[in-house]
């Protein structure tokens, strides 16, 4: 049987995962960093390396970190009673917010890699062969030891509505700064980081730090009102900051009744470093900031009895929005639109993610577009 060298090793290993780090390397290898150097310095010499994670501009992904998990759906088949038993129908299905968005966007024929961390189980390998299947791009994925996948289980009326929801989500804490530390290459390689609120605080104020220093653009999805406590207050180097009023009233302390409430809170947010706001207002609408005011675009008529689902509806907006970012559209009022179409079609669907979306359903072609 034939030998095969460290270094041989170690170009099989660079040649499955671009974006490994020579920690990662070392570790996989038994060898010590300073080897691994030396080996990666042969390889380039040889030519049979020009530099790790090379991407050209054209490939460059929008990259989403956060959560990816086995969602549980329960609906009631009648009027949903508190403290009995009520007869329901259970399905379960792929979720997470960043995980959401990551399909949204390979739908909508976008380059996009998802940054997560997945449980060593038969759950986080059906996460991770659905993903690649649809197109995202899984390099970079931590798998911990003994953890187990995340999992969200949601209770719906027998309209579709979300009564209640539970998440085991003690995994994400794993998505440290070291973590993120190591897949700086996959980071500075994005064409936009879409980040949700997940990861723990001290995570997110890194991936801050990166985006004022000049790395790729920010995008922070809030995930529910405890998790608003992960935001950071100094919020510099933030390109959009995408929430519901919920979640925008427990970050300013108070309850926002009015238009009025609203716009003071964005512009609070804005004072703190964000450039732009999104405010989603569930069924009703959103609001978005503009240069200076706050701007209402109503959301898209669904009769009720089309509703199926609204389970993925805001991360059908969100990654629509982001979509419309990443093709070099700044019009936050055509992004938001787009997005508003893309729940609308989600709330029609069985599915956490519609399979009907793509980039066509949109009345507005970006500039990319009509080129």
């Known amino acids: 049987m034939v030998q095969v060298s460290k270094k041989e090793q170690l170009y099989r290993l660079i040649r499955s995962n671009p974006f490994i780090s020579q920690q990662e390397l070392a570790d996989a290898l038994g060898l010590s960093r300073s080897a691994v150097a030396g080996h990666v310095a042969g390889l380039i010499r040889e030519r049979r390396l020009m530099g790790r994670a090379y991407v050209l501009p054209d490939d460059r992904a929008v990259l989403c970190i956060g959560a990816a998990n ?9 009027p949903l009673r ?5 007869p329901a129908t259970a399905a379960e299905t792929y979720g997470g917010v960043a995980r959401n968005i990551a399909e949204n966007l390979a739908r909508l024929g976008s380059p996009c890699a998802l940054l997560t961390a997945l449980g060593d189980d038969s759950s986080g390998q059906t996460l991770r062969t659905h993903a690649e299947a649809g197109g995202i791009d899984m390099t970079g994925t931590l798998v911990p030891a ?8 949601a209770v719906l009326d027998a309209g579709g509505e979300m009564v209640l929801a539970l998440a085991d989500m003690a995994i994400y804490e ?17 064409s936009l980081i879409v980040a949700d609120l997940n990861l723990p605080h001290a995570s997110i104020a890194l991936l801050l730090a990166d985006a004022q220093r000049g790395g790729a653009p920010l995008a922070l999805v809030a995930v529910s009102q405890p998790k608003m406590a992960r935001l950071p207050r100094d919020l510099r180097g933030l390109r959009l900051l995408i929430l519901n009023r919920g979640e925008l009233e427990t970050r300013a302390g108070r309850a926002l009744p009015t238009e009025s409430a609203v716009r003071d809170a964005c512009r609070a947010l804005q004072a703190d470093g964000a450039q732009d706001v999104i ?17 209402w675009l109503p959301a898209h008529e669904v009769a009720e009895a089309a509703v199926v689902d609204v389970t ?6 969100s990654a629509a929005v982001c979509w419309s970012l990443a093709q070099g559209d700044c019009d936050l009022s055509r992004a938001c639109g787009r997005g508003l179409e893309a729940a609308a079609l989600t709330l029609q669907s069985p599915y ?3 399979p009907a979306l793509n980039a066509t359903i949109f009345s507005a072609p970006s500039p990319t ?3």
């Open 174 to 190: 794993q998505l440290t700064p070291a973590w993120l530390e190591s897949r700086q290459p996959q980071r500075n390689a994005a």
């Open 352 to 354: 956490t993610v519609s």
């Open 312 to 317: 993925g509806a805001g991360d059908a907006f």
């Open 146 to 153: 003994g953890a187990s996948t995340g999992t969200y289980t």
């Open 369 to 371: 577009d009509q080129e």
């Open 279 to 295: 405010v989603t207002c569930g069924a009703a609408g959103v609001y978005h900031t503009v240069p200076g005011d706050l701007q």
């Open 82 to 86: 508190m403290a009995t038993s009520n």
């Open 70 to 78: 086995l969602d549980r759906k329960l609906r009631t088949l009648e």
